[in-house]
């Protein structure tokens, strides 16, 4: 009978590995049509427009491209991967156990948009400008490769992203009884001073830029006690739903 589970589960998980591959293979396409148009919005974004994309290599090109249809290939992939694992564990859980969980898929992906977006539209530029005014000041000559323009857009913007999912982190985390409001109040100067740390560490050296940066961070924390709290209190309510 085991090994007849064992069998069970490892079919489950093929079927389910199958259908995350096919559904990145659908949007791997769909990132190859469309990454001509998008690497064309960015560039046509007014701060961007000033910088020259050159190419030091016949590929760098091709990757940047290749980069790109990938990274919307992923994008729209992870919430299938996360409900895919979601529905493999269902049978696991109890209805108020699911209940709770999948919800996490798409305020996960909502916050991930969130960051992306809040940290191109406002980390970004502000990263260039500060390097640009650099570049200026010590009379550089500014020529930059496609290819080291993406791979420092990649670096700001997906940790800032991934900061992102704080709210859904602490959840979680409160959810299986590892963290408590309590626990998180506590620890909050001590929070404070380290989102101000990767604040300072990921935006440029000035008041403005650090500000700009780490108070949206502290407020994720805020948000993240908030709805820790929230979780509590409906643990405690409802003790058998826990």
């Known amino acids: 009978m085991e090994q007849e589970d064992w069998i069970f589960h490892l079919t489950e998980v093929r079927k389910r590995l199958l259908i995350v591959f096919a559904w990145f293979v659908v949007t791997l396409s769909i990132g190859l049509y469309v990454s001509p148009r998008i690497l064309r919005y960015m560039k046509s974004q007014p701060l961007v427009g000033e910088i020259k994309w050159n190419v030091f290599s016949f590929t760098d090109g091709l990757a940047i491209y290749m980069k790109c249809a990938f990274l919307v290939a992923l994008l729209f992939t992870v919430p299938v991967l996360l409900y895919q694992v979601w529905a493999f564990v269902r049978p696991g859980l109890t209805d108020a156990e699911a209940k709770s969980t999948l919800p996490y ?6 916050l991930f948009i969130i960051g992306v977006s809040f940290s191109y539209w406002v980390v970004f530029p502000m990263m260039i400008r500060f390097m640009i005014r650099m570049n200026h000041t010590v009379g550089a000559v500014e020529t930059y490769g496609i290819d080291r ?33 309590q626990r998180l109040k506590m620890t909050r100067k ?18 403005i830029s650090h500000l700009s940066v780490t108070l949206p961070l502290i407020l994720l924390f805020e948000i993240s006690v908030m709805v820790a709290g929230w979780q509590w209190r409906t643990m405690q309510e409802s003790p058998a739903n826990s």
């Open 149 to 181: 323009y993406f791979s420092f857009l990649f670096e700001v913007v997906f940790p800032m992203a991934i900061a992102f999912e704080l709210p859904v982190v602490v959840l979680f985390l409160t959810r299986i009884g590892l963290l408590t409001p």
């Open 190 to 207: 001590y929070a404070y001073v380290g989102l101000a740390i990767i604040g300072s560490c990921i935006s440029p050296p000035d008041m």
């Open 105 to 110: 898929i798409p305020v996960s992906f909502a």
